[in-house]
């Protein structure tokens, strides 16, 4: 599917869940291997930052009210690569219904990750496709984490063509959608 068929899809989806829900609940899980503790990462000063550049898109995150922490020594890239490693780290703290952000040790590659199944968005939470993964360093920077949501809510890197890396040479206007789209 084209990513144009897919934003008219999403934003079907938004208007008929937003009858019902004002904000997008984001569990917040906290898995690092520093001292730091969580007010380390200014959590709260993160999504008030967050809730502004989403706010033309009526689109408004709201913490739940307990920030868990588990010390683990799995850097992102291990999360990334590997089904074991990332179960082993979710485990028993993945909740449904929101989107899981779990902030955790840096690697070599990659700043975040979310899954993104080629599936109608308002399956992604029955597939178990809400958890974010961002680095410890990652955190600090003005994108990663809006990044990240942007292929949560099913948007596609706009420059190379690799089928696994969720990637297009569609237009982000959708213009060349017939020609190059998916």
């Given at each position: 599917?084209?990513?144009?068929?897919?934003?008219?899809?999403?934003?079907?989806t938004?208007?008929?869940?937003?009858?019902?829900?004002?904000?997008?609940?984001?569990?917040?899980?906290?898995?690092?291997?520093?001292?730091?503790?969580?007010?380390?990462y200014?959590?709260?000063?993160?999504?008030?930052?967050?809730?502004?550049?989403?706010?033309?898109?009526?689109?408004?995150?709201q913490?739940?009210?307990?920030?868990?922490?588990?010390?683990?020594?799995?850097?992102?890239?291990?999360?990334?690569?590997?089904?074991?490693?990332?179960?082993?780290?979710?485990k028993?703290?993945?909740?449904?219904?929101?989107?899981?952000?779990f902030?955790?040790?840096k690697?070599?590659?990659?700043?975040?990750?979310?899954?993104?199944?080629?599936?109608?968005?308002?399956?992604?939470?029955?597939?178990?496709?809400?958890?974010?993964?961002?680095n410890?360093?990652?955190?600090?920077?003005?994108?990663?984490?809006?990044?990240?949501?942007?292929?949560?809510?099913?948007?596609?890197h706009?420059?190379?063509?690799?089928?696994?890396?969720?990637?297009?040479?569609?237009?982000?206007?959708?213009?060349?959608?017939?020609v190059?789209?998916?």
């Amino acid at each position: 599917n084209c990513s144009a068929k897919s934003k008219s899809e999403l934003i079907a989806t938004y208007e008929e869940y937003s009858k019902h829900l004002d904000t997008l609940v984001i569990n917040v899980n906290v898995v690092i291997t520093t001292e730091n503790q969580s007010k380390h990462y200014q959590i709260t000063s993160k999504f008030k930052a967050l809730n502004h550049v989403f706010a033309p898109a009526l689109i408004q995150f709201q913490l739940i009210d307990k920030i868990y922490k588990r010390t683990s020594n799995y850097t992102i890239d291990e999360i990334e690569s590997s089904d074991r490693i990332r179960n082993k780290v979710v485990k028993d703290l993945e909740q449904e219904n929101v989107i899981n952000l779990f902030i955790v040790p840096k690697g070599e590659f990659l700043n975040g990750f979310t899954y993104v199944v080629p599936d109608t968005f308002a399956n992604y939470f029955n597939l178990k496709c809400n958890t974010i993964f961002i680095n410890e360093e990652a955190w600090f920077n003005q994108s990663t984490l809006q990044h990240e949501l942007g292929h949560f809510f099913g948007l596609q890197h706009t420059f190379g063509s690799y089928p696994n890396e969720n990637s297009t040479k569609e237009l982000p206007d959708g213009s060349n959608c017939i020609v190059t789209g998916k």
